[in-house]
Structures are given as structure tokens and as C-alpha cells.
């Protein structure tokens, strides 16, 4: 038995948690809305599910988080003189940023993709749920979670940097468009990678699940 569904799980959170603010950034941005008020409004929806989960578990939704966090950042740098491009290289940072943040945390014990991750790998199964708490803190299990967050982390990192590379050496004509389509390319990138790592996770907590109903079985 085994999770087959799980990248596609991931990419549903990783749509609402980073895409749908970074969506919303891009949106009104381009209509015309002001950097400031675009990044602000883009962190309503980061806002509102960190508040909606401390208020129902009392505890951080830690990848939602790092996206407000970012956006407030982003929001200090928007009073940051510069020309062109370094409008263009300030867009670029925020992801960096929450690269960072991501990496840093896959050095905790708590890296923040693992919560990100386990209510798509367990699918709120109660079996589930129980094969993870079994799994967790085992050195093989926390070590393919751990491995997901460095693959979000150093992407996200690395994607930043080639974009504020490019800000800088390349025509701002060229940047305009192509800053965005190195973010939306370098997140599929990253996706796919990060999704065929986790399923391994998710296979595990699977075949536990299945061990611990053949056992009941056998009682």
C-alpha cells in the first residue's frame, strides 16, 4: 500500500500557503496597485490561516508564517530607493528569504515542511496519524522528511539568486518577464523534487499503517 496521491496533496498546500499570496502580489501589481498595498493585501490570506490555526490548535502554522513574514519584509523594502532594477530585485528576495528560513529550520527538529507535509501524508486517517507518531523521530523517517525541506529551502534560495543576478546584468526589458517566469518554472522545478522525495514518507507511513491492521487482524 502506498500513498500515491501525496505530491499532488503537496501541491495543494503549497498552492494555498505560497501561490495563491504570490498570485495575489503579482495580480493587483499589475494592475496597478502600489508594491506596499499589493504585498500587504497578499498577506491576508498567510495572516488569516495563521491566526484560524493558533486559534483552533494553539499552535504556529509555520509555512504560512514564513510567507507573512516575507511580505512584511518585503513591504520594509518597498521604502528602499533605488532604480528599475532594483524594484525588480526586491521581488526577488522575498523567496530567498523564505528559502532561508526553510533551510534553517531542516537543521531543527522541527523543520517547517514536516507540518506542511503530514496532513497530506496521513490524510487525517486516525490509523495514519498514529503510523506517523510511531515513525516520528525515527533516524530514516525524520531523515526524508528533513531531505524535503532542504530541497524547498536551497530552491528557493537559489531561485532568488539567479533572479537578483539577473536583475542586475540583464536588460530590464528582459527581467520584467522573465523574473516571473524563472519563479513559476524554478517552483515546478522544485515540486516535482520535493514531491517524489516526500512520497517515500508517505509510503512509509502506509506500509505502517497496513503492518499495524494486520497485527489487530492476527489478535
Do not use: C
Not at 507535509?117 to 523521530?137: C, M, V, Y
Request: charged letters at 15%.
Amino acid at each position: 500500500m502506498t500513498n500515491d496521491n501525496a505530491p499532488a496533496a503537496l501541491l495543494r498546500t503549497l498552492a494555498i500557503e505560497i501561490a495563491v499570496p504570490t498570485g495575489v502580489y503579482y495580480g493587483l501589481h499589475s494592475l496597478g496597485v502600489s508594491v506596499f498595498l499589493s504585498l500587504a493585501l497578499s498577506g491576508v490570506v498567510p495572516l488569516a490561516r495563521t491566526l484560524f490555526q493558533f486559534a483552533k490548535n494553539r499552535t504556529i502554522n509555520g509555512l504560512a508564517l514564513v510567507v507573512l513574514v516575507t511580505n512584511v519584509v518585503g513591504m520594509l523594502l518597498t521604502f528602499v530607493a533605488g532604480d528599475a532594477r532594483m524594484m525588480i530585485a526586491k521581488d526577488s528576495i522575498g523567496s530567498g528569504f523564505t528559502g532561508l528560513v526553510i533551510l534553517i529550520s531542516a537543521f531543527t527538529a522541527q523543520p517547517i515542511m514536516t507540518k506542511a507535509l503530514r496532513p497530506f501524508l496521513t490524510h487525517g486517517k486516525a490509523d495514519h496519524e498514529a503510523a506517523w507518531e510511531r515513525l516520528s523521530g525515527g533516524r530514516r523517517f525524520d531523515s526524508v522528511l528533513r531531505r524535503a525541506s532542504f530541497i524547498w529551502g536551497i530552491g528557493f534560495v537559489l531561485e532568488s539568486a539567479a533572479r537578483v543576478v539577473g536583475a542586475f546584468t540583464l536588460p530590464v526589458e528582459t527581467m520584467v518577464w522573465l523574473s516571473t517566469v524563472l519563479f513559476i518554472g524554478s517552483f515546478a522545478v522544485i515540486m516535482v523534487v520535493a514531491g517524489a522525495a516526500s512520497k517515500t514518507a508517505g509510503e512509509m507511513v502506509a506500509n505502517e499503517a497496513a503492518k499495524d491492521t494486520r497485527e489487530l487482524v492476527t489478535a
